[in-house]
């Protein structure tokens, strides 16, 4: 099934904003996460944990859903298909995985936004080294399914040869 | 197959077997892992749900 030309854009247009916002969005993350470790600043460090639970919830949640959605509407609609090639397939995985992660973690950030509001908790139990190093492999797989999607590596799977032929 | 996907796949099946490991030798995951001690000078944060508990 191919969708008129003018929809593969709009779908491929909005997929590559959100899929880029996530990556802005993670890269944030890891500067908040590198504040909160490294700043010796009591209030500085309490809000930059706050501020990550509401901003997961309103940014980096619907950006994902959003680029996984598109990513959906933009295969399954295009000569692309969703099982045709490897670096679709690879992309996808690596969507789903990053989604999954990101919605588990959703628990994690409140937590720790309640040790933060905690005023009684000492600062070094509202440090935290976790949203550092989620955020940085988090930006590894998007920016490696970014490249995937630029790049587009060569590979056919089987099914996808199947239907060429 | 090309190597490249070969390559990934290799990845993505070391990947899902070091989760595996982590997971039967016990490494915990979720947000108890981030909680303060109990105890400690600033007490830690009780659960929501134990907080709604009558």
């Known amino acids: 099934m191919s969708m008129p030309p003018s929809l593969q854009k709009m779908a491929l247009a909005v997929h590559v904003l959100a899929s880029v916002g996530w990556v802005g969005a993670a890269a944030a993350f890891l500067g908040l996460g590198v504040v909160g470790l490294t700043s010796p600043d009591p209030p500085t460090v309490r809000g930059a944990y706050l501020a990550m639970d509401p901003a997961a919830r309103l940014v980096l949640v619907p950006l994902a859903l959003g680029s996984l959605a598109t990513g959906l509407v933009s295969s399954l609609g295009t000569r692309w298909g969703l099982l045709r090639h490897y670096w679709v397939i690879f992309k996808l995985l690596i969507n789903l995985f990053a989604t999954l992660v990101l919605v588990l973690y959703l628990d994690t950030f409140r937590v720790m936004a309640d040790v933060a509001a905690d005023q009684s908790a000492r600062l070094v139990e509202v440090r935290n080294p976790s949203p550092v190093l989620h955020a940085a492999l988090a930006l590894v797989l998007l920016i490696t399914a970014a490249a995937l999607g630029v790049y587009k590596p060569r590979g056919k799977t089987r099914y996808g040869r199947r239907r060429q032929a | ?54």
């Open chain 2, 1 to 54: 197959m090309p190597r490249w996907a070969k390559v990934a796949w290799v990845i993505t099946i070391l990947v899902v077997l070091a989760f595996l490991i982590s997971l039967v030798a016990g490494v915990r995951h979720g947000p108890g892992l981030h909680r303060p001690p109990e105890g400690g000078a600033g007490g830690a944060v009780p659960e929501p749900a134990a907080v709604a508990a009558p």
